[in-house]
């Protein structure tokens, strides 16, 4: 944490000072909806220093430094009776003790529950200076009660209430971790969706090494909760605001769906707003935020769709958005009611590019060796790194020489990431697929094979013609072919399983891939 000045905090002392009385003699025939008490209310303020907060708080989260602004008035807002009310008392000091005006709330019933909502505090020009976050939100662990539906206590005419409320100083750039999500939106028509990820991975004691992120979980196994944030952005990508679940770590598990906002111009035509979702993720050695989905929301109807138009799935219909990493559970329909809505295929923790060294053949272990001499970025820790590897022509029709050249990186489980070729990709999906479902199969089933037999098996399930020194190895590719009635070209490996990684040079020589343990 980033040391701080000191940070705000106010008490606020309830002090009802007695009820008016309604006349001299009762009215029989009045409406009892027309008789109320009127209730003055006033709150004390007491600055005191950082050592008094309540908490630590998240370790991903600084606190705004304290300026030199005096306080002027009050923004206070409260909800009576299911009524939104909104006060703005002027702000005074008296003998070192700061205190709003007194100012009057009308009570329709004598015993009533007071919400506090809002409390914030101004300069004389107008200068939002602190203010006590909202309950959920990133800042709200650093108060004892934060405003909110949970802020409540009764209240009954003449009954002398002290409550206390605790605000943080406030820097514009730190709004949506007091949970002012409104602030990026220019109007408080806000509408809310729901977030929550799953991943799964078989190197989660490496997560737990994650000081900033997974290492804060009480647990670590296989299948994590994710850490992820979505950004929101206005139709022309502009950006308005990212939200995020890492505060959620302060209890050491996240159990709860992360709440996205967006605006809703009722009065306006609808909208469409982009919210691009981001997990975190190793990447090399260290951990980042990796881009993986983007969704479009319409801000009158709340309907949800991909770029391409298609309906976002809500499996659960219970109105969250989930969504996995990985093959962490069998589902026994497609629209299995568990099943996650957005599913993402296993996480492969790859450089963008490689120096490589490619020799024929790789002794009687594969069709190339290859050489990794280097990789962009440059850092350890990929589930690719510099090492020796076996590899496999994924083209028997395209040449290339043997020799040192960079080369693209892929994730074969990924091809819209895939460059293309002409109007192509690289590669078919659903052929890649099929070559990782039968390499999965045979280390599954521990059958021994020659390297040439799987090569010449890779290039018949792309559909191409055997080269003539591999012509004698037909007849066993075949033998590996029909070990299944056929190969699925949806195939996802499970957590232990193998991948192809694609090695693209360019579209003119040859596509290569190795085999990698996800």
């Given at each position: 944490?980033?040391?701080?000045?000191?940070?705000?905090?106010?008490?606020?002392?309830?002090?009802?000072?007695?009820?008016?009385?309604?006349?001299?003699?009762?009215?029989?025939?009045?409406?009892?909806?027309?008789?109320?008490?009127?209730?003055?209310?006033?709150?004390?303020?007491?600055?005191?220093?950082?050592?008094?907060?309540?908490?630590?708080?998240?370790?991903?989260?600084?606190?705004?430094?304290?300026?030199?602004?005096?306080?002027?008035?009050?923004?206070?807002?409260?909800?009576?009776?299911?009524?939104?009310?909104?006060?703005?008392?002027d702000?005074?000091?008296?003998?070192?003790?700061?205190?709003?005006?007194?100012?009057?709330?009308?009570?329709?019933?004598?015993?009533?529950?007071?919400?506090?909502?809002?409390?914030?505090?101004?300069?004389?020009?107008?200068?939002?200076?602190?203010?006590?976050?909202?309950?959920?939100?990133?800042?709200?662990?650093?108060?004892?009660?934060?405003?909110?539906?949970?802020?409540?206590?009764?209240?009954?005419?003449?009954?002398?209430?002290?409550?206390?409320?605790?605000?943080?100083?406030?820097?514009e750039?730190?709004?949506?971790?007091?949970?002012?999500?409104?602030?990026?939106?220019?109007?408080?028509?806000?509408?809310?969706?729901?977030?929550?990820?799953?991943?799964?991975?078989?190197?989660?004691?490496?997560?737990?090494?994650?000081?900033?992120?997974?290492?804060?979980?009480?647990?670590?196994?296989?299948?994590?909760?994710?850490?992820?944030?979505?950004?929101?952005?206005?139709?022309?990508?502009?950006?308005?605001?990212s939200?995020?679940?890492?505060?959620?770590?302060?209890?050491?598990?996240?159990?709860?769906?992360?709440?996205?906002y967006y605006?809703?111009?009722?009065?306006?035509?609808?909208?469409?707003?982009?919210?691009?979702?981001?997990?975190?993720?190793?990447?090399?050695?260290?951990?980042?935020w990796?881009?993986?989905?983007?969704?479009?929301?319409?801000?009158?109807?709340g309907?949800?769709?991909?770029?391409?138009?298609?309906?976002?799935?809500?499996?659960g219909?219970?109105?969250?958005?989930?969504?996995?990493?990985g093959e962490?559970?069998?589902?026994?329909?497609?629209?299995?009611?568990?099943?996650?809505?957005?599913?993402?295929?296993?996480?492969?923790?790859?450089?963008?590019?490689?120096n490589i060294?490619?020799?024929?053949?790789?002794?009687?272990?594969?069709?190339?060796?290859?050489?990794?001499?280097?990789?962009?970025p440059?850092?350890?820790?990929?589930?690719?790194?510099?090492?020796?590897?076996?590899?496999?022509?994924?083209?028997?029709?395209?040449?290339?020489?043997?020799?040192?050249?960079?080369?693209?990186?892929?994730?074969?489980?990924y091809?819209?990431?895939?460059?293309?070729?002409?109007?192509?990709?690289?590669?078919?999906?659903a052929?890649?697929?099929?070559?990782?479902?039968?390499?999965?199969?045979?280390?599954?089933?521990?059958?021994e094979?020659?390297?040439?037999?799987?090569?010449?098996?890779?290039?018949?399930?792309?559909?191409?013609?055997?080269?003539?020194?591999?012509?004698?190895?037909?007849?066993?590719?075949?033998?590996?072919?029909?070990?299944?009635?056929?190969?699925?070209?949806?195939?996802?490996?499970?957590?232990?399983?193998?991948?192809?990684?694609?090695?693209?040079?360019?579209?003119?020589?040859?596509?290569?891939?190795?085999?990698?343990?996800?």
């Amino acid at each position: 944490m980033k040391s701080f000045k000191i940070i705000g905090f106010f008490i606020l002392t309830a002090a009802f000072l007695g009820a008016i009385l309604v006349g001299c003699e009762k009215d029989e025939n009045s409406p009892k909806n027309e008789q109320f008490i009127e209730q003055e209310i006033q709150f004390g303020i007491t600055p005191i220093i950082s050592d008094n907060l309540k908490s630590d708080g998240p370790d991903e989260y600084d606190l705004p430094e304290c300026s030199d602004a005096v306080p002027d008035h009050a923004s206070i807002t409260v909800v009576i009776d299911g009524e939104e009310h909104t006060f703005t008392p002027d702000v005074f000091e008296i003998d070192g003790q700061w205190y709003t005006e007194v100012f009057k709330v009308k009570i329709p019933e004598e015993v009533l529950t007071v919400t506090v909502t809002e409390f914030i505090i101004y300069d004389y020009e107008d200068n939002l200076i602190q203010a006590t976050p909202t309950a959920g939100s990133p800042y709200a662990t650093f108060v004892e009660q934060p405003v909110g539906a949970e802020f409540t206590f009764p209240v009954g005419g003449i009954d002398k209430i002290e409550k206390s409320i605790e605000v943080l100083c406030y820097n514009e750039k730190y709004y949506a971790d007091f949970g002012f999500y409104w602030f990026a939106f220019d109007f408080k028509e806000v509408e809310e969706l729901n977030f929550f990820g799953d991943l799964c991975t078989k190197y989660f004691e490496d997560y737990a090494a994650d000081d900033g992120g997974y290492g804060q979980l009480d647990d670590h196994h296989f299948d994590l909760p994710a850490i992820f944030k979505v950004e929101v952005y206005d139709a022309s990508d502009n950006w308005l605001i990212s939200f995020d679940n890492l505060y959620m770590l302060d209890d050491g598990t996240i159990d709860e769906p992360l709440a996205v906002y967006y605006p809703n111009d009722l009065d306006g035509e609808a909208d469409t707003y982009i919210l691009k979702l981001h997990i975190r993720l190793k990447v090399g050695n260290t951990f980042d935020w990796v881009y993986y989905q983007t969704l479009h929301v319409n801000d009158h109807t709340g309907e949800l769709t991909f770029p391409n138009g298609d309906d976002v799935p809500d499996y659960g219909d219970d109105g969250i958005i989930d969504f996995v990493i990985g093959e962490c559970a069998y589902y026994e329909t497609d629209d299995d009611p568990m099943r996650p809505d957005l599913e993402f295929a296993p996480y492969m923790n790859l450089p963008n590019k490689a120096n490589i060294t490619i020799s024929y053949p790789y002794t009687d272990m594969a069709y190339w060796k290859i050489i990794v001499n280097s990789v962009d970025p440059s850092m350890s820790g990929y589930d690719f790194g510099t090492g020796t590897y076996k590899g496999w022509c994924a083209d028997a029709g395209t040449s290339i020489t043997t020799g040192t050249r960079t080369y693209e990186i892929y994730s074969s489980l990924y091809p819209s990431l895939w460059p293309q070729c002409g109007d192509s990709p690289v590669i078919a999906a659903a052929v890649i697929n099929q070559i990782n479902h039968l390499y999965n199969f045979l280390q599954d089933k521990n059958i021994e094979y020659s390297w040439e037999a799987f090569q010449v098996a890779v290039w018949k399930i792309r559909g191409q013609v055997i080269p003539d020194d591999f012509s004698d190895d037909e007849d066993d590719a075949d033998e590996l072919i029909a070990l299944r009635s056929s190969w699925d070209e949806e195939y996802m490996p499970l957590p232990g399983g193998y991948a192809a990684v694609l090695l693209h040079n360019s579209c003119n020589m040859q596509l290569i891939f190795v085999q990698i343990d996800p």
